[in-house]
């Protein structure tokens, strides 16, 4: 996917896009801002803008503001707002895709985002192995800010590590990995190779 | 009766999850359900797969289970993991209403020679435990009702959202105020104190990845299940159990309170109650914060 990279700050042609091609986008035309879905997010204080608003500014074209608004990082998936609205609008499923957008589109914003160094890791693990090991993709995760950060994050949580150790559950030796591994990755690569064709013809 | 069900652990069933994993293959055959792994399952995505891999190669994963998981017959899928029903639930609907993905998941299991067609169903352990075995058949079960434990039941978000209460999630429960949780803890003796946050997030990968952000709603479900006198918490999802239970020492620090609050799943409760082994069976060894009143009968 690659959104028409917009002149002004309101180009409607990132309105069409988000539209066509992101999974849910029709609907979003019927969002009538009511709120509900802010009203009703347990991490609505953390956001910038919140869905209502962020769907307005994807009506108004504004590229930019809703690819480096923090409102797609700090959303928990917590689909109370998917159940909540009146107008059936996939809230969480567009706001999922549009961090997938953002990253794609490089912003560096979206790069440094917590939970976008935390999903290189992990699908890092999911690819390579087939499984999330649990330990490795915090470990890869904890070190993506630098070595400094890491060892700080490792300090934090070591009293948490070392009670998962002890009641065995927190995987020690070679991670879980599934047998067909490379099959699974001929999956992967085709299904992006596809995602990316889709793209372009939009 | 016994059914055979297709059963997907999920990858928490090999790690922090464990406690789930064995006493679900502890509990489940007693009730008649026997389980059939899907053949060399991988990863579902959780909520985090989309970002890095983008949308079609993080369904992608779901199709390849659903394909291994359809060649070995055509049961019901079940999986006791809310991320890994979300996403292999989703996945499995959005193809069968959407010609165009599924021929694009098609195309991309084609590169090894494998297909699907969408014919399965997936479901969530606790709504076949719900809707196919019952409650009378889990109370008939009980040797030894768990009398005198209070229990929060502890639901969570993905366990009921967005399907719980769609035609698409079988109906089999609310998606803002569940009674099932509640009703497994009844059914095994032991009594469910009222419980207001029980769908409330508890911060998901957020809360693994930046808990600064989220401690407080943690720390919200400790203070009410604490405030309602609960013994326990239980809970159905694998990363709610984590987060509830391994970062109250953590929440202490930052805000003074004193929690020690152990989080159970409700499959541990019913391996208690079932009479059956409380290490081997109901895996209670695994707890950090053990649960005395339940280790002890
Ligand atoms: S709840 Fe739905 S209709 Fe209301 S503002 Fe949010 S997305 Fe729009
Ligand atoms: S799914 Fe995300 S946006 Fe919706 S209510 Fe939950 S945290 Fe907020």
Redesign the interface.
């Known amino acids: 996917m690659t959104a028409p990279t917009p002149s002004r700050t309101y180009d409607l042609s990132f309105a069409r896009y988000v539209y066509d091609h992101i999974d849910g986008g029709q609907r979003l035309k019927l969002c009538m801002q009511c709120g509900a879905c802010s009203g009703s997010c347990p991490i609505g204080t953390q956001m910038d803008h919140g869905p209502r608003k962020l769907f307005m500014m994807i009506r108004a074209g504004m590229k930019e503001a809703v690819l480096t608004s923090n409102t797609i990082w700090n959303c928990v998936s917590c689909y109370n707002c998917v159940v909540r609205c009146p107008r059936q609008v996939p809230i969480t499923y567009i706001l999922h895709d549009l961090s997938a957008l953002a990253i794609e589109e490089g912003y560096a914003e979206a790069k440094k985002a917590d939970n976008a160094r935390f999903a290189k890791a992990f699908w890092w693990s999911a690819t390579v192995f087939g499984r999330t090991d649990e330990r490795l993709v915090t470990a890869r995760y904890y070190f993506s800010s630098g070595l400094g950060e890491g060892i700080k994050k490792g300090m934090a949580n070591q009293a948490i590590a070392l009670a998962m150790v002890k009641t065995k559950r927190m995987h020690l030796g070679m991670p879980h990995k599934v047998k067909g591994v490379g099959e699974l990755k001929a999956i992967v690569a085709k299904a992006a190779e596809i995602q990316a064709r889709h793209g372009k013809e939009g | 009766m016994t059914r055979t069900l297709t059963y997907y652990p999920g ?2 069933s ?6 789930l994993d064995r006493s679900l293959r502890a509990i489940l055959p007693v009730l008649g359900v026997e389980l059939r792994d899907i053949e ?4 579902c ?13 993080n ?3 779901s ?2 289970n659903l394909a291994n998981a359809r060649a070995q017959g055509p049961e019901d899928v079940i999986t006791p993991c809310a991320a890994c029903y979300l996403n292999t639930h989703y996945v499995n609907e ?1 193809l069968r209403a959407d010609a165009g993905l599924k021929a ?2 098609n ?6 020679g ?1 297909s699907y067609d969408g014919s399965l169903h997936v479901r969530h352990v606790c709504e076949m435990l719900a809707t196919d075995v019952g409650l009378e058949a889990i109370k008939a079960k009980v040797t030894k009702p768990l009398a005198g434990l209070k229990v929060a039941g502890y639901v969570g ?2 366990t009921v ?2 399907f719980a ?1 769609t035609e698409r999630g079988n109906h089999f429960d609310r ?2 105020d569940p009674s099932f949780l509640d009703n497994f803890s009844r059914a095994c003796g032991a009594e469910a104190v009222p419980f207001k946050r029980k ?3 508890c ?8 808990p600064d ?2 401690l407080h ?1 943690i720390k919200e479900i400790l203070e009410e299940a604490k405030a309602a006198g609960a013994d326990v918490i239980s809970t159905p999802c694998p990363l709610c159990q ?1 987060n509830v239970e ?2 109250q ?2 929440i202490n620090q930052k805000f003074g309170t004193d929690f020690a609050i152990p989080v159970v799943f409700y499959s541990q409760l019913m391996a208690v109650a079932f009479g059956l082994d409380p290490i081997k069976d109901a895996a209670l ?4 914060i053990k649960a005395p009143a339940l280790a002890g009968r």
């Open positions: 990858c928490s090999q790690a922090s999850a464990l406690h060399d399952w991988n990863c995505g959780a909520s985090v797969g989309h970002i890095e891999g983008g949308h079609l190669a369904a992608a994963l199709a390849r959005s694009d998941l195309e991309a299991l084609g590169a090894v494998k978000c993905q959202r967005p209460d998606y803002d769908t409330a997030c911060g998901g990968s957020i809360s693994v990845m930046s952000k989220t709603l984590t391994m970062y020492p953590m060894g695994m707890n950090i």
